[in-house]
């Protein structure tokens, strides 16, 4: 058996991940284990920025009062506030350790994105993400305590149950790592630490139409799920509104910045359509945006819309946007500044995950949760666009102060732990059966369970669903782990999660809209939905 030990332990590569990992090797040893290359991430093609307040027409009060609008209702306050208030000096830490963002005589150059009521959106032109992840892997590569491992997929976090005992609702759980496939040697590894943290990032690859690269397959809700963790407003999943036509997967997005510049949405024939469904127009948030999108094209029978910067300075366009520019122009042969871009919605961030409180724990002992996979509360039923760059290095942050003072003051013992057993499985050789099975999960996913639902869709979602969930358990059981197998049952899970909480809310709000109850219902629904594996 391969044992690996350290203090502490990351799961991601992320901005969530290599933030904490960054801090908490100044207390101890740190292994960080990511499952493909270690830049690979959501964090790496997030293009808009991260919201904070630094320019003085801007106020904490207008930035939480922005979030809390767009989480219509179900933000945490506090959460807000935390985020809010702590986000500038985290911005500066960035800073610090490298990260080129775009300046403007000197300053900050601040964009502007749908939902925001000022410019604060600081960016490294568009290409924020991976200006963001290049800084901090070069300060992690740096660090004599971090490990990284590439390639390594974490199965399942370590738990009680690994002990063999059974896991009950009302008995704490307790965290001591979690077992990993070295994807390269097909050798499952059990990584052992007092602290466990997940940021493992989202889920989009849910759905069939999504931005999220492969990775995003919700690994980290499922684990902390099966482990017994409190998993909370899965039902509200945030489709973006404008991502390329016909651009494969993961779909090429169109920046909200460029509506935050004066992009403007038109039909196929050229007709603006933004104000007949919100007084901002094209700036409105990405729920009402994406919303509209997909009433006009079911309207009209479109397979998309256009967003127009033709009225736009052809030069300006292209400095403020070169990676969108270029991309369009030389990969898909459109010249943005010449032609309407035709965009259509796709799958993007999920609001809800991991249950966490205001310093990122779980309802797991010695298990945190930052970053997308994470619920800290600051979402509520929509994020206002980038707010989540900022809530990962603002939680991650958080996170990281309470591990330390948990490791000073009362470092968890962890127990013997047996190595991974695949006993009595074998090398299945139907791996075809993995990708049929993941096609259909996002076939059912973007029918029945997108932007616009119904309790006969969700019910219709959920029944199939659960047949293919029998069958991917069976498989899993028989067969030796691969990592196709390990994220299509992760795949199964998730989507199960958002159908189970999407069925409970019986209302609509934000991301969450339902023909079956139209009304956003305050009296009832003014709470979030909160599942584990007892209910
Ligand atoms: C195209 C796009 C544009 C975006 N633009 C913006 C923006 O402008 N501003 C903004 O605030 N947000 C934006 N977002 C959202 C934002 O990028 C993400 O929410 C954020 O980067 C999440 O960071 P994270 O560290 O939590 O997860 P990620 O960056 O997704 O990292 C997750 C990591 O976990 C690893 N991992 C997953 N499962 C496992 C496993 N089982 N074992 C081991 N490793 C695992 C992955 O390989 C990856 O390294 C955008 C997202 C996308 C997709």
Known sequence: MIEIRSDVLVIGSGIAGLSFALKAAEMGTVSLITKKQKAESNTNYAQGGIAAVSSPDDSFDLHIHDTLSA????????????LVKEGPNRLKELVHIGVDFTTN????DLGREGGHSRH???HSHDRSGSEIERALLHAIAAHPNITVYENHLAIDLVTEHHLGEKLAKDTPVHCWGAYALDVESNIVKTVLT???VLCSGGLGQAYLHTTNPSIATGDGVAMAFRAGARIGNMEFIQFHPTTLYNSGSPAFLISEAIRGFGGILKTK??????NRYDERGSLAPRDIVARAIDTELKRKGDEYVLLDLRHLQTDDVKSHFPHIYETCLTKYKLDI???PIPVVPAAHYSCGGVLTDLNGRTSIQNLYACGEVAMTGVHGANRLASNSLLEAVVFSDRA?????HVLETQRPRVPDIPAWDDSGTFDA???????HDCREIQEIMWDYVGIVRSDLRLERAQRRLKFIRNEIENFYKRTKVVEGLIELRNLSTVADLIVRCALMRKESRGLHYTTDYPERNDREWLKDTVVTMWE
């Open 429 to 435: 050789e139907e791996w075809v059966l993995i990708s």
């Open 105 to 108: 005589k000197g300053k900050l």
């Open 71 to 82: 989480g219509v209702g179900l933000c945490h306050r506090d959460a807000v506030e935390i």
């Open 120 to 122: 604060r959106i600081v």
């Open 337 to 339: 500044t010449n032609e």
């Open 400 to 404: 990281f102060r309470d591990a330390q």
């Open 269 to 274: 024939n050229g007709e603006e359509f933004m």
């Open 194 to 196: 007092s602290i466990t």
